[in-house]
Structure formats: C-alpha cells, structure tokens
C-alpha cells in the first residue's frame, strides 16, 4: 500500500504519537508522586493524591508498554543502541518503575506511620526518577552517544553512566521534571478541591516557570552552544540500507537547520511556552480543566519540538557521526512495517476509547469524605 519511504516517515510520527501519549497519560501519575511530599502534610491528604491516581494508573501503563513495544518493533537497531548506550540508566529507570505498584499496594494495609512514611518516599522516587531519567536521555541524544559500527556492523559503546550526567543533560532532566509536575499538578486541581488543590496550584505555579525557563535555556543552548547533525550523503530512502553507508556531518546550530526549511516548526515551541502560560492563567482563574489541557499542550510541544528539531535523526552517534542512525535506516523491513501498520490502525482508536471510558467511569473529585467512606478498599 505504501512505499518504503512513506512508512519510514509514518513509523516515525507513530513513535512520536505514542511517546506522546505515554508522557500525557502517565505524565501526571509521575507529577503527582513527585509531588507527593509537598503537596500534601497529612495522611489523609496523601491517600487523597494518591487515590487521584491510584484506580487509573496500571491503564496508563499501557502507553509505556505500547510505545517501548513500537520501538522494539519498528526501530531494532535503535532499541538495541538504547540499551546498549544508556543500560544502567533504563536499570534504574526499572527498579524506580518498581516501587510504584508495591508502593500503592502496600502503603495503606498497615496503619503505622513509619511504614506509610516509607511507602511515600518509595512513591515520590517512583514518580521523580523515571521524568529525570527520560530528560536526561533526551538531552544526550540532542548532544550524541559515544557508539560506533565496526566493520562487522557490531555495535560499539564506549561511554560510561556518569558521562551522561553532564550539564545539558542535567538541565533537560530538570526540564522533564518540572514539565511532569506542572502536568501532575494540573491533574491534581482537577481531581480535588480544597487545601490540596490550592497547594497543587501553587505547585503548578513555581513548575511551570521552572519549565518555560529551562525550555528556554534548552533553546538557546541547542541554537549556539551544542553541535547538531546534518546528513550529507545517503542512498535512496526507499530503499534498505545500513547506518554506515551515508555521510554525516556535525556543526554548531545543525539542529536549527529544519527551521529554517520549515519555517511553520516554530509554532512548536511557541506552542511549548504558551501551553504552560494558558495552565497558570486558567489555574488562576479556577478553571481547573482548562489549566489540564494547557499542560497537556505543552507537554506535546516540548517534546515535538524536540523531535521535529533532530528529525531523521533518532540517535546520533558522538564518536562516528556517519553511525548516526536515523528515520531512515534504523528501521525494520518494508513487510514488517506494513504489517505493523495495520495493527497500530485498528488497536491504537480501541487504546483510546478504553483510556476514555476509563476516565468517565471513574469520574468525580476524591475528597476525605471518600478516603473515609472507602477505609479499607482506597489506597
């Protein structure tokens, strides 16, 4: 049905589309176990943000599972890159994923204070390191991976854990955690009303301008301070072939290069800056709602920008610019995408539809009143 090419650049705004969805829907579970030590002071405060998300979290879960499918699945040769480059990172990423479920299974069976106490911080490491993980991966894609192909087409990686901790990476951490506790924050005003919503409105205040400040550094070090890649040479992209056979070269502000082609790419990170902007404004205006629909614009933007910005690039190569592996050679066969097409066309709307259903039947604030009623079966 379509060529090779076509189904490169749709496999590629598939992936987008399901890293976006996953940031959306378990964006906020992460902003509110983030945001759970300061938040919330007391016990019943805490089952209250707790329960926010507690019913509905394992559903969310389906988008990481989906979107780590789909790469696994459509980008072999990147999925193998990741985990080759970034092991001990994804480790930790896991275990922190692990205490999540144990953590909202376990908090609330013992009404001991120490015990609960640990399954918070349990809660908030589960909430605030996989967004610091992510942003910090993302920013060492932006400045390249020290990985390289030899002349067998094994792939090489020859930096450590501590080399993607240095200072643009950092800040992109620091942005993903800031951008997912104003999305936390946001769902939180929705879901409750008193003390707890107002301090989650101050929450959302302080971390959206974290967020837009450090979007903006971000920019303006993307722009002059880092290198970006530009592809000089490569065979037909309708065709099938290795990451080494093209020609890449790197060069200061390379990552600007697509806005200067597509000019209407700037309504990315406008649309960044002003989904935060319309968050604090409806927030201030008690329109809860609206503020949850302004972090979820810029939660997209944010991370459209940023791929729009290396696209084809997927993950550019530090050490050999020209192992550089991108939208068109990291991908699986011209069958295997067809295929997958198809499986993503029909199960993707079903996704949605279940996550929506989801959501209207457990509609409604969570209050103390719903703690109490529901003692011994909330979180």
Same mark, same amino acid.
């Not at 930096?159 to 946001?186: E, I, K």
């Not at 068109?328 to 949605?352: C, N, Q, R, T």
């Given at each position: ?7 490169? +650049? +749709?496999?590629?705004?598939? !992936? ?20 759970l ?6 016990? !019943? /405060? ?10 509905t979290? /394992?559903?969310n ?15 072999? &040769? ?23 479920p ?12 120490? $015990? ?16 610091? +993980?992510?942003? !910090?991966?993302?920013?060492?894609? &932006? &400045? ?21 901790l ?39 205040m ?38 080494? !056979? ?12 697509n ?11 406008i ?5 935060? &902007? ?8 008690q ?27 997927v ?26 097409? $198809?499986v993503?066309?029909?199960?993707l709307?079903?996704i ?13 604030k ?13 979180y």
């Amino acid at each position: 049905m379509f060529d090779y090419e076509t189904l490169k +650049i +749709i496999w590629w705004a598939f !992936v987008g589309v399901l890293l976006i969805g996953f940031a959306l829907m378990d964006g906020f579970d992460f902003g509110v176990g983030t945001l759970l030590p300061f938040v919330a002071k007391t016990d !019943v /405060e805490r089952r209250i943000m707790i329960n926010t998300i507690g019913p509905t979290w /394992e559903g969310n879960q389906t988008w990481f599972i989906t979107a780590g499918g789909a790469l696994f699945a459509a980008w072999p &040769l990147a999925y193998a890159a990741a985990f080759s480059g970034f092991y001990v990172a994804l480790m930790i990423l896991l275990f922190s994923l692990f205490l999540r479920p144990v953590g909202f299974d376990y908090r609330s069976k013992i009404a001991d204070t120490r $015990w609960r106490s640990t399954w918070d911080w349990a809660l908030f490491v589960g909430g605030f390191v996989p967004p610091l +993980i992510f942003g !910090v991966a993302f920013g060492n894609l &932006l &400045l390249g991976v020290p990985f390289h192909y030899d002349d067998t087409m094994r792939l090489e990686y020859l930096g450590g854990f501590l080399d993607l901790l240095n200072p643009f990476g950092l800040l992109s951490g620091v942005l993903s955690v800031a951008m997912l506790s104003m999305h936390g924050a946001a769902f939180l005003r929705t879901k409750t009303d008193g003390v707890v919503a107002q301090r989650a409105g101050i929450a959302l205040m302080i971390s959206a301008m974290v967020m837009m400040f450090m979007f903006a550094a971000a920019g303006v070090w993307v722009a002059f301070g880092i290198d970006g890649y530009r592809i000089l040479t490569m065979p037909d992209a309708n065709s099938a072939f290795m990451p080494v !056979v093209k020609t890449v070269e790197r060069l200061r502000g390379g990552w600007m290069d697509n806005y200067a082609r597509w000019p209407l790419m700037w309504a990315l990170p406008i649309a960044g800056f002003a989904g935060a &902007l319309l968050s604090m404004l409806f927030t201030l205006r008690q329109r809860a709602v609206a503020a949850f629909m302004g972090s979820s614009l810029a939660v997209s933007s944010v991370i459209l920008t940023a791929g729009a910005s290396m696209f084809p690039f997927v993950m550019p190569s530090s050490l050999d610019p020209n192992s550089s592996l991108t939208a068109w050679d990291v991908v699986a066969s011209h069958k295997s995408l067809g295929i997958m097409f $198809w499986v993503v066309v029909i199960f993707l709307p079903l996704i949605i539809v279940y996550t929506g259903w989801i959501y209207r039947v457990m509609r409604g604030k969570v209050d103390a009143a719903h703690i109490a009623a529901n003692e011994h079966s909330a979180y």
